[in-house]
């Protein structure tokens, strides 16, 4: 509950908290006397902020919150304001002086605002003991979401992969690596596999010269590549890739193919 110039931090702080696992919504004051107070349940607390605390809006609110029994937070800067007497916590967000030359506009008052809102939001993070796939459940469509809920088996390729034999010529791995668009090309040999990236062609090249023309796949191609899980979460699985932790998963005796993460640089079996 806000009201004046402050009013503005309203969005984020109720987004902050909300998204850090504290459901909150923004209530205006003047809209609270018609009819918004029926949002309010009676296990709700409200968190009033007024530079003064004097706020006349907020203070006419007060019986209502004494006879709902709601707990009342307040953030002042006056700690001896109406308003902050009246809270069950008082959290003083004074500052000696605004920003403004004029000492006018609201500034340096309503930063320290969204600093207190953002301590609330991290204090109560810490309380809940809330992670990152805490996080992530509130943030599905973002980046963060896809790596922390999405498995591997969500983001591999399965089809059309980009194959070649033991014996390709290196101008056929190369074709192939091209038209998949993948970087890579999956070179099965007997019930095992390997793989070859554009930069093992370029290292090829580096190192036979002219001779790389008759060189083939199993030349220079990597034979015991990273592997990890279809159930593993992609979060998990580019942690292993970075620090190189190979997870071996063999689902069968068949010959394990290689996915490839759609969105990640990373090479994963099944």
């Known amino acids: 509950m806000w009201h004046g110039k ?5 969005e984020k702080i109720a987004a902050t908290l909300s998204s850090t696992g504290t459901p909150s919504f923004f209530m205006h004051p003047a809209e609270a006397y018609h009819g918004d107070l029926g949002m309010v349940a009676k296990d709700d607390i409200f968190l009033a902020i007024s530079n003064s605390g004097e706020t006349e809006e907020v203070i006419k609110l007060i019986p209502f919150i004494k006879d709902n029994r ?41 930063t320290a605002t969204l600093a207190m809102g953002d ?15 805490h996080f992530a459940r509130f943030h599905p469509g973002g980046s963060l979401g896809r790596r922390l809920l999405s498995r ?31 970087g890579i090309a999956i070179v099965p040999h007997g019930l095992s596999w390997g793989i070859i990236t554009d930069g093992d062609v370029r290292r090829a090249i580096e190192k036979y010269g002219q001779e790389v023309f008759a060189k083939r796949a199993h030349d220079f191609m990597t034979t015991d590549p990273a592997q990890v899980s279809p159930a593993t979460r ?37």
Request: some cysteine; aromatic content about 6%; proline content about 4%.
């Open 6 to 10: 402050v009013g503005h931090n309203r």
């Open 70 to 110: 709601n707990v009342l937070i307040s953030l002042t800067g006056n700690p001896n304001s109406t308003l902050a007497k009246a809270s069950y916590s008082h959290l003083d967000i004074g500052v000696d002086a605004e920003a403004c030359p004029l000492q006018l506009a609201p500034t340096s008052s309503t």
């Open 119 to 133: 301590a609330i939001a991290v204090t109560l993070m810490k309380a809940r003991n809330f992670k990152p796939e």
């Open 152 to 182: 591997v088996e969500h983001e591999m390729v399965c089809d059309d992969l980009p194959l070649v034999s033991v014996d390709a010529e290196i101008l056929d791995v190369i074709k192939v690596i091209s038209q998949s668009g993948l």
């Open 234 to 270: 992609v979060e998990d699985a580019l942690f292993a890739m970075e620090k190189k932790v190979f997870l071996l998963y063999w689902l069968s005796k068949i010959i394990a193919f290689l996915a490839y993460l759609k969105n990640n640089t990373m090479r994963c079996c099944f």
